[in-house]
């Protein structure tokens, strides 16, 4: 059984790809304002934070919250819930 052979001109010859149906619009989503920082936590210590996590139903996230605005207060700083509510006034 012989094949054809292709054609060095069918080979170069370009074709337009076929339109692509547009995209849905989306409305935009609004985000608060946020930024992402990386923690790094000592194996145990991420573990203690996981369980306890766990135990209280919680995040991970609400918990490190909790933290920072302890060390905020003890510093005589602002708490993050009036931190926000600047922000919004803004």
Do not use: C, N, W
């Not at 074709?15 to 920082?37: D, F, G, I, K, L």
């Amino acid at each position: 059984m012989s094949r054809k052979r292709t054609s060095l001109d069918a080979l170069l010859q370009t074709e337009a790809p076929p339109p692509r149906p547009a995209a849905p619009e989306t409305p935009a989503r609004r985000r608060p304002s946020v930024r992402q920082q990386t923690v790094y936590l000592p194996i145990p210590v991420y573990e203690q934070l996981r369980r306890l996590a766990f135990e209280e139903r919680v995040k991970m996230h609400s918990l490190l919250m909790e933290g920072l605005d302890r060390v905020f207060r003890d510093r005589g700083l602002p708490a993050i819930a009036e931190l926000r509510a600047r922000a919004e006034a803004d």
